[in-house]
T-cell receptor, first 116, second 111 residues
Framework: AQKVTQAQTEISVVEKEDVTLDCVYE???????LFWYKQPPSGELVFLIRRNSFDEQNEISGRYSWNFQKSTSSFNFTITASQVVDSAVYFCALSEANTGRRALTFGSGTRLQVQP | DAGVIQSPRHEVTEMGQEVTLRCKPI?????LFWYRQTMMRGLELLIYFNNNVPIDDSGMPEDRFSAKMPNASFSTLKIQPSEPRDSAVYFCASSLRDEQFFGPGTRLTVL
């Protein structure tokens, strides 16, 4: 069965610090997708990125970057020069392609607090 | 694009009452998902549909929960009778390919 582990329950940083959120996943499927979602204090879930299992290229989007490593089953998320607006709960999630199960399996989330 | 629309945004009811949550997916999306978020269990799938057909309802807690999707633009999640342990935020999401886009959620409180 699939599983997503976010071992960091809560992280607190000071503005402008870099921070990395860890995500480790388990799946027996050879084709799968990995996601990150942001849940700000207002409660909505905001899609950030999707990665498929065949694409191990790192991705950068502004201050956000993602490091996908199949060898360690990890999909880590780094925020560079963090800002107060980055304060939120961040969820890593997995879906499997070959099994046809399109639903997301979420990690337990990491609460990021960015102090001014 | 209006995004996924859910109603009501907040619902407070008493134990034993019927509760109906509603969702309008993004137009053109062929998958619709219902998730529940609680402190104890985090985000978990309840059920999902493809082209209005239920595909996986393994997450539906028990017979008190039922979900329907009568057409491509509307789905309901019903709880009858409701219990205090059903208190949670219920999210609806829709997708066309792999990215799921979530609605704002319905915060349900059962007293």
């Amino acid at each position: 069965a699939q599983k997503v582990t976010q071992a960091q329950t809560e992280i607190s940083v000071v503005e402008k610090e870099d921070v990395t959120l860890d995500c480790v996943y388990e799946t027996r499927d050879t084709t799968y997708y990995l996601f990150w979602y942001k849940q700000p204090p207002s409660g909505e879930l905001v899609f950030l990125i999707r990665r498929n299992s065949f694409d191990e290229q790192n991705e950068i989007s502004g201050r956000y970057s993602w490091n996908f490593q199949k060898s360690t089953s990890s999909f880590n998320f780094t925020i560079t020069a963090s800002q107060v607006v980055d304060s939120a709960v961040y969820f890593c999630a997995l879906s499997e392609a070959n099994t046809g199960r399109r639903a997301l399996t979420f990690g337990s989330g990491t609460r990021l607090q960015v102090q001014p | 694009d209006a995004g996924v629309i859910q109603s009501p945004r907040h619902e407070v009811t008493e134990m034993g009452q019927e509760v109906t949550l509603r969702c309008k997916p993004i137009s053109g999306h062929d998958y619709l998902f219902w998730y529940r978020q609680t402190m104890m269990r985090g985000l978990e799938l309840l059920i999902y549909f493809n082209n209005n057909v239920p595909i996986d309802d393994s997450g539906m807690p028990e017979d008190r929960f039922s979900a329907k999707m009568p057409n491509a633009s509307f789905s309901t999640l019903k709880i009858q009778p409701s219990e205090p342990r059903d208190s949670a935020v219920y999210f609806c999401a829709s997708s066309l390919r792999d990215e799921q886009f979530f609605g704002p959620g319905t915060r349900l409180t059962v007293l």
